[in-house]
């Protein structure tokens, strides 16, 4: 062997034997904050879900599920200058005639809720009653949460309705599929700069008896509204003007439905029966929205232009929203 050609040799192995050095990074422990989830609609009670923030390679076991939720909190919610405490309620604690309540309210199955002790923040109380707290149009709403040392406030808004003009199912290619397509809309935005809308949709008839996975044969195909990527958009480019929109089907996180994972993924099909819950927001839950989506989208990519998250809270992480919803259901034919 040539000289030069040894010295290669031997550089080559000297450099494959470096590359067997064990390399250690010290990632920085996560700040414990509190991440707040809550949600109200007109005629409906509220929804607060707290959970602790979580390390990016931290165990999600059942266990660690678990110990995600913060528990005896205390959860205020203040409009028009009454305050109502909210209640903690945890799924473990419910009846069975409460759970299927809780089922059909919360879109998670009966199963779910009784595998995942899921808790949440908010109070029963009867219709017309003077303690009552539901949502109202044109309501402002001031959350509270005290926990230790932890201290949170957000305020939202319900803001007023905007109707849906028409919405309607088209396929999307016909020469590719006959049968799949998306569901479009319109509607005429109010002459008032600054309003913000988001989509949500959820398919109410239920599965065949024949389709491949036995545990979904004879259910309802979604269980709750689901909001599909990019579904928050405001009027910055047709304030008092009418247009049309369109959104494919929006997928629950981590699905493993069939449907979720071969063609019909993020279609509705010929044959479905859909619910549209189109809502306005306030501004600050439209940034709010917008940001997550972003830093979701952005998740992994190397290029990504950093984005930060634009919470309504002040003391912790997510946010408190109010919907102004409107409902409509259409029937997807050809």
């Keep these: 062997m040539k000289p030069f050609l040894i010295l290669i040799a031997i550089y080559l192995l000297a450099t494959l034997c470096s590359c067997e050095k064990e390399i250690t990074v010290d990632l920085p422990e996560v700040e414990r904050k509190i991440v707040v989830e809550g949600s109200i609609l007109p005629g409906e009670i509220p929804l607060v879900i707290l959970t602790w923030t979580q390390g990016y390679f931290e165990p999600t076991d059942a266990t660690s599920l678990q110990n995600i939720f913060v528990h005896d909190a205390n959860v205020t919610i ?3 200058g009454r305050v109502h405490r909210l209640d903690e309620i945890c799924s473990s604690d419910l009846t069975p005639d409460q759970l299927a309540f809780a089922s059909t309210f919360l879109g998670l199955s009966v199963e779910s809720l009784q595998s995942l002790n899921l808790c949440v923040y908010t109070k029963f109380s009867l219709p017309g009653s003077q303690d009552a707290l539901v949502g109202a149009v044109n309501t402002t709403y001031k959350l509270e949460v005290h926990k230790d040392n932890y201290h949170i406030t957000g305020e939202t808004k319900i803001p007023s309705l905007v109707e849906l003009d028409t919405v309607y199912f088209d396929i999307i290619n016909p020469d590719f599929q006959d049968s799949l397509g998306i569901l479009f809309g319109n509607l005429t935005d109010p002459d008032t700069s600054g309003n913000a809308y988001r989509w949500f949709a959820k398919r109410i008839n239920r599965y065949p008896m024949n389709v491949p ?3 979904l044969r004879g259910q309802q195909k979604d269980l709750t509204f689901i909001a599909p990527f990019g579904s928050v958009y405001d009027d910055s480019f047709f304030n008092g003007l009418s247009f049309e929109f369109a959104y494919p089907r929006g997928i629950e996180s981590n699905s493993s439905k069939f449907d979720d994972l071969n063609d019909e993924r993020a279609f509705f099909k010929v044959g479905d029966t859909v619910a549209i819950r189109g809502c306005t927001i ?6 709010f929205i917008r940001s997550l989506e972003a830093q979701v989208g952005n998740q992994g990519s190397p290029f990504a ?4 998250l634009e919470s309504n809270l ?19 034919v050809r």
Excluded: W
């Design 282 to 287: 306030d501004r600050a839950s439209f940034k």
């Design 305 to 308: 232009v950093p984005f930060n």
């Design 213 to 215: 996975d036995e545990n």
């Design 314 to 332: 002040t003391g912790g992480l997510g946010a408190f929203i109010g919907y102004g919803a409107v409902y409509d259901t259409i029937v997807c």
């Design 78 to 80: 203040t409009e028009n």
